[in-house]
């Protein structure tokens, strides 16, 4: 159950970091709350998480989820640079995830 609470903490880590691209610098109510909302989520799914896996552990895990999954969406959605080098450095980043899951 703590990979589970760990892997959705991460995935809406990545909502809220999407999500601050919407709220315009927090000019716009609705994605703003939406964002917040999706912050305090993530920390406490986070926090569940750690419960029962080793701090540095989950706290690489999670913030590799949400590296991956906003960069990810940053090319998709707003038209970032996809470049080899950004790419391969996502492929480390999913290996580097992988490995912390299989030490554990």
């Known amino acids: 159950m703590p990979w589970i609470y760990l892997f959705l903490a991460g995935v809406l880590e990545v909502g ?7 709220t315009e610098g927090f000019t716009r109510p609705l994605p703003t709350i939406l964002t917040v909302l999706s912050m305090i989520a993530s920390v406490g799914l986070l926090g569940l998480a750690v419960r029962d896996l080793p701090i540095g ?9 949400g590296t991956v ?10 038209g970032d640079p996809a470049t080899v080098a950004r790419i391969a450095c996502i492929g480390l980043i999913l290996i580097g995830i992988a490995g912390l899951k299989l030490t554990s």
């Open 57 to 65: 552990k989950a706290y690489a895990v999670w913030t590799g989820i």
């Open 69 to 78: 999954g906003a960069v990810t969406l940053g090319m998709a959605l707003f």
């Open 16 to 22: 809220w970091a999407i999500g601050l691209k919407y």
